[in-house]
């Protein structure tokens, strides 16, 4: 079921825009609730991982890569 990769320091872009313009964000937290930040305005966001996992776009890059 856990198809998508991502790690604390992943820059992603969500399906919605951020009211601020802005549709990057950066993993800050993961866990069974993930918390992302906005790249535009430094707006932090918790979500469960399962809707999380469902807004999710395409991601970026994986900075925060680590080889497990």
């Known amino acids: 079921m856990e198809d ?3 790690n604390i320091g ?4 969500m399906k919605k825009q951020h009211p601020c313009g802005e549709n990057k964000w950066e993993v800050v937290r993961v866990g069974a609730d993930i918390k992302i930040k906005c790249l535009g305005c430094s ?8 809707e999380f996992n469902k807004k999710i776009k395409k991601i970026i890059s994986l900075d ?3 080889n497990e």
């Not at 992943?10 to 872009?13: A, G, K, M, N």
């Not at 707006?43 to 399962?50: L, S």
């Open 4 to 6: 998508k990769k991502y």
């Open 64 to 66: 925060g890569d680590k």
């Open 10 to 13: 992943t820059i992603l872009t």
């Open 43 to 50: 707006h932090t966001v918790m979500i469960p991982r399962v």
